[in-house]
């Protein structure tokens, strides 16, 4: 079992920046993978960005975020990041952290992320 638990969500101006970060903790060498996925009222839960440990860290992207937003993790602190740069009003969502592991996904609570002037 890995516990997941997401920050540094908030409400940002269209434009602006924010960086979540998600804690594992628990059986974290069972992790192959970790993403960040969001999910808009009244939308599915949607994937948009991705990076897979046992890869060398290869990282993918939904097209939506490509250019603006960045994925990376520090291995000595058991955190991923997720930095949200030029944010866009559909932007807003309930931010998910989910891990990969041998036996299972894992989510975190999710932070919310709300873009408005």
């Known amino acids: 079992q890995v516990q997941l638990v997401e920050s540094g969500g908030g409400l940002v101006q269209p434009g602006g920046s924010l960086r979540l970060s998600c804690a594992a903790s628990?059986?974290?060498?069972?992790?192959?993978?970790m993403d960040w996925y969001r999910q808009a009222p009244g939308k599915q839960r949607e994937l948009v960005a991705g990076i897979t440990i046992t890869s060398g860290d290869r990282t993918n992207y939904a097209d939506s975020v490509k250019g603006r937003f960045t994925i990376s993790r520090d291995n000595a602190k058991n955190t991923l990041y997720l930095q949200m740069n030029s944010l866009k009003p559909e932007d807003t969502a309930v931010y998910y952290c989910n891990a990969d592991t041998t036996v299972g996904s894992n989510w975190g609570q999710g932070t919310q992320v709300t873009v408005s002037s």
């Open positions: 628990g059986n974290i060498f069972s992790i192959y993978a």
